[in-house]
């Protein structure tokens, strides 16, 4: 089983639609979470920490739930410039792996008019 | 935020030959890290690159052919050794910035190595 698991997409969505994927973690001595964004040909940006509580950053609202070990990014009146590849991460707790970064496989997102 | 600059940006090698790639950080970090991510792939850290002492590999990856420097907080080198058409991928260079919480995690732009 990968250690982070998100939805296979591909997703092709309207302009102006509600999309969102999901993801499961297997390490539940998992610290820290986020989803970061890459486009094409280039390195992955953060998009949005995931906080215990949720957490919504204008049309990005992400979710945790530590006892399903589940993570969720919403993404609302989706635009053109919201397509991307939308990347899972997960950082380890404390020892020898403290702050190694761990990647889902990623999600990839079209948007059209 | 930092910004991590990374080079080459991209080459294309002879098999057999080795490419050894920079990454400056302009704040000094904790943690520097490289990935590779092969094509249509996610990233998949190859070692932590930890300062003045051997890198720590992930299972796959071995010092002989991924040898990794980090002479100071801000300054490490990757590099493949004895390439194969394999190995053809983008490398990407990451840091954690020192003493933040919860900190984002930066990436160089990545290394785009083809291998003939």
């Known amino acids: 089983r990968k250690e982070v698991e998100q939805d296979p997409g591909p997703f092709n969505v309207p302009e102006g639609a509600t999309v969102a994927f999901n993801c499961t973690y297997s390490?539940?001595?998992?610290?820290?979470f986020f989803w970061y964004r890459q486009d094409c040909r280039k390195e992955p940006k953060l998009l949005m920490s995931?906080?215990?509580s949720g957490n919504e950053d204008g049309r990005f609202t992400a979710q945790l739930n530590r006892a399903s070990q589940y993570i969720s990014l919403l993404i609302r009146d989706s635009k053109l410039s919201d397509s991307a590849t939308y990347l899972c991460?997960?950082?380890?707790?404390?020892?020898?792996?403290?702050?190694?970064?761990?990647f889902g496989q990623g999600t990839i997102l079209t948007v059209h008019p | 935020s930092a910004v991590i600059s990374q080079k080459p940006s991209r080459d294309i090698c002879q098999r057999g030959t080795s490419l050894t790639i920079q990454c400056q950080v302009d704040?000094?970090?904790?943690?520097m890290f490289w990935y590779r991510q092969q094509p249509g792939q996610s990233l998949t850290l190859i070692a932590t690159?930890?300062?003045?002492?051997?890198?720590?590999?992930e299972s796959g990856f071995v010092i002989d052919k991924f040898p990794i420097s980090r002479p100071n907080l801000t300054f490490s080198t990757l590099t493949v050794s004895n390439m194969s058409p394999e190995d053809s991928s983008i490398y990407l260079c990451?840091?954690?910035?020192?003493?933040?919480?919860?900190?984002?995690?930066?990436f160089g732009q990545g290394t785009r190595l083809t291998v003939v």
């Open positions: 991460v997960v950082r380890n707790a404390g020892g020898t792996s403290y702050g190694k970064l761990t």
């Open positions: 390490n539940s001595a998992s610290q820290s």
């Open positions: 995931v906080y215990s």
């Open positions: 704040s000094q970090v904790t943690m």
């Open positions: 690159a930890n300062q003045g002492s051997e890198a720590t590999y």
């Open positions: 990451s840091g954690n910035i020192l003493g933040v919480r919860k900190t984002e995690a930066f």
